[in-house]
């Protein structure tokens, strides 16, 4: 018997977000800066240049809005 499947855009969306972020953090690490301050940075300010373009990261953050990201972030800490 099929069974239909049903996703959620949301859940779907949420999880690419992590996976760029993840990848992101992976990049700015590599190039030793710190990720929080470089994160932080971003997240104030909206300035693409606290995130590096090595392995196109600043790319990859430049795909979401920045609010986009924290309810991913927070919904994750938070398990949802």
């Known amino acids: 018997m099929d069974k ?6 949301k859940e779907l969306r949420q999880e690419l977000i992590l996976i760029n ?7 700015i690490e590599e190039k030793g800066y710190n990720v929080t301050n470089q994160l932080v940075g971003y997240f104030l300010t909206g300035d693409d240049k606290y995130i590096t373009s090595y392995n196109n990261a600043r790319l990859k953050i430049k795909k979401f809005d920045r609010s986009e990201i924290l309810m991913a972030l927070i919904n994750s800490y938070l398990g949802r």
Do not use: C, M
């Open 4 to 9: 239909t499947s049903i996703f959620d855009v």
């Open 21 to 27: 972020l993840n990848e992101i953090i992976t990049a």
